[in-house]
């Protein structure tokens, strides 16, 4: 149910772009787009992090957990009010930052604290086995934050429409985190406890470096393409062409939920024949669904916005291919999750928020757009080569896998790209191709009777 929720909502935002593009319009997008990015970089910091100990914490305070929970939920709400007032306190100087009014800095900090609560109670309900709770509040706030967004940009002047969008998810957010934060509460209501607030900063708290570093990785381009007096269109075009890359990523999230599992089982019994031939296959489907995706994007393009956005087309296949660089280093990364090597994991992501940042900092001046998309891409690609360097060194636990597994993959997402630009004009020769792929790889999964 956990994971039909995640594609839900993946599935609703990606169904709702077509929409949003065409109400809001490139430049009214990208403004839209920008204050989304400073809202999940923002929502990384509040709480300190601490509702990242609520999973551990099941375990540790198992006969006390809804005590445990509820103080650690009005611990970090009361850490959130400070921020939000140091955001009121810092507005003018956030507002140059941001290139938004006081009123729309204080606004982030507000929605940021509502994103944290609804993220709170979603954790809460993943780990408390409750995943119908899950699915409700998950799927609801996202339906009724589009439809009263909607309702509030036809309230606006035309030249405002983007502030219909911020204020729809905004109090839309912020309504239903007060109603999950009284749901939690008043069920054991309880007060701040020493014990529980020192886990949650020494369980959480770390994890904000990890949190952040990854929406960095994800966020920073449009927010330093704004630094950089890039277009606010241009970061719009961006920005759709980003949302229809989260097509694989939605994909990729999915297939690696369902691949860990069997993974972990194999590498627990040092299955190593068996396992590198079922991550062949796993390379393999995954690259024939990047390649079909790349063949079948332009014309889903077409619906995904009008013809405002498409002088991005040729964008596609950088993003896809940062997307297919991310599958790629999740390989390694599994196998340090398996033997516990999560500091290495955070220090890796952190790593690579920084050489992004630098990327980003020479190649956005240079390229705009383009210049950002291929600093993401080559930022998860060294982290791949980051975190192959690592397993292929840890001593007590040699790696199985030999980099040369990879390599079909990168050449098919090679030849996927070049035949994205050949064979632009020609629609029906990339769809047939597109089908081919797709027959191919069911055979394939018919035969061997699995999809690893």
């Known amino acids: 149910m956990n994971i039909i929720s995640t594609l839900l909502l993946q599935g609703i935002a990606f169904i709702t772009t077509p929409l949003f593009t065409r109400l809001l319009g490139t430049t009214q997008f990208g403004t839209y787009?920008?204050?989304?990015?400073?809202?999940?970089?923002?929502?990384?910091?509040?709480?300190?992090?601490?509702?990242?100990?609520?999973?551990?914490?099941?375990?540790?305070?198992?006969?006390?957990?809804?005590?445990?929970?509820?103080?650690?939920?009005?611990?970090?709400?009361?850490?959130?009010?400070?921020?939000?007032?140091?955001?009121?306190?810092?507005?003018?100087?956030?507002?140059?930052?941001?290139?938004?009014?006081?009123?729309?800095?204080?606004?982030?900090?507000?929605?940021?604290?509502?994103?944290?609560?609804?993220?709170?109670?979603?954790?809460?309900?993943?780990?408390?086995?409750?995943?119908?709770?899950?699915?409700?509040?998950?799927?609801?706030?996202?339906?009724?934050?589009?439809?009263?967004?909607?309702?509030?940009?036809?309230?606006?002047?035309?030249?405002?429409?983007?502030?219909?969008?911020?204020?729809?998810?905004?109090?839309?957010?912020?309504?239903?985190?007060?109603?999950?934060?009284?749901?939690?509460?008043?069920?054991?209501?309880?007060?701040?406890?020493?014990?529980?607030?020192?886990?949650?900063?020494?369980?959480?708290?770390?994890?904000?470096?990890?949190?952040?570093?990854?929406?960095?990785?994800?966020?920073?381009?449009?927010?330093?393409?704004?630094?950089?007096?890039?277009?606010?269109?241009?970061?719009?075009?961006?920005?759709?062409?980003?949302?229809?890359?989260?097509?694989?990523?939605?994909?990729?999230?999915?297939?690696n939920n369902s691949w860990c599992p069997f993974y972990y089982d194999d590498v627990s019994e040092e299955k190593w024949e068996i396992l590198d031939k079922k991550c062949k296959n796993y390379i393999e489907l995954f690259t024939v669904l990047s390649v079909g995706f790349l063949l079948l994007s332009r014309e889903v393009s077409y619906i995904m916005a009008d013809e405002s956005y498409w002088s991005g087309l040729n964008i596609i296949p950088i993003l896809a291919l940062a997307v297919y660089f991310t599958f790629m280093y999740q390989f390694p990364v599994n196998f340090e999750f398996f033997y516990k090597k999560t500091k290495i994991i955070a220090i890796g992501t952190v790593g690579a928020g920084i050489f992004n940042i630098i990327l980003n900092t020479v190649m956005i001046p240079m390229w705009g757009m383009y210049g950002a998309a291929i600093a993401t891409a080559l930022s998860y690609l060294a982290l791949f080569f980051a975190h192959y360097y690592i397993v292929t060194h840890m001593k007590d636990h040699p790696y199985h896998l030999k980099i040369k597994a990879f390599v079909p993959g990168i050449i098919g997402m090679g030849i996927g790209s070049i035949l994205f630009y050949v064979l632009s004009p020609w629609w029906y020769m990339r769809w047939g191709l597109g089908l081919g792929l797709g027959c191919f790889e069911l055979f394939r999964i018919y035969k061997r009777k699995s999809i690893f």
């Open 33 to 255: 787009s920008i204050f989304n990015s400073w809202v999940l970089i923002l929502t990384c910091l509040m709480g300190a992090g601490i509702s990242s100990s609520i999973g551990t914490g099941l375990y540790k305070f198992k006969n006390n957990y809804i005590v445990f929970r509820n103080s650690i939920l009005l611990s970090s709400t009361f850490i959130c009010l400070l921020e939000i007032l140091i955001i009121i306190l810092l507005s003018p100087f956030l507002s140059r930052v941001m290139g938004f009014s006081s009123g729309l800095v204080l606004l982030v900090g507000i929605t940021a604290f509502a994103h944290y609560i609804v993220n709170f109670a979603q954790m809460a309900f993943i780990y408390e086995k409750k995943a119908g709770s899950n699915f409700i509040l998950s799927v609801s706030l996202s339906i009724i934050s589009v439809l009263f967004s909607v309702f509030l940009i036809y309230q606006v002047d035309s030249n405002s429409r983007y502030l219909g969008r911020i204020y729809g998810v905004a109090s839309i957010y912020l309504l239903v985190a007060i109603i999950v934060w009284l749901l939690l509460y008043l069920k054991k209501p309880t007060l701040v406890k020493k014990e529980y607030l020192i886990y949650g900063i020494t369980v959480g708290f770390p994890i904000v470096f990890h949190s952040l570093s990854q929406q960095i990785l994800g966020q920073s381009d449009r927010i330093m393409m704004q630094m950089f007096e890039i277009a606010t269109a241009e970061i719009g075009i961006y920005s759709m062409f980003y949302t229809l890359s989260s097509v694989l990523s939605t994909v990729l999230g999915a297939l």
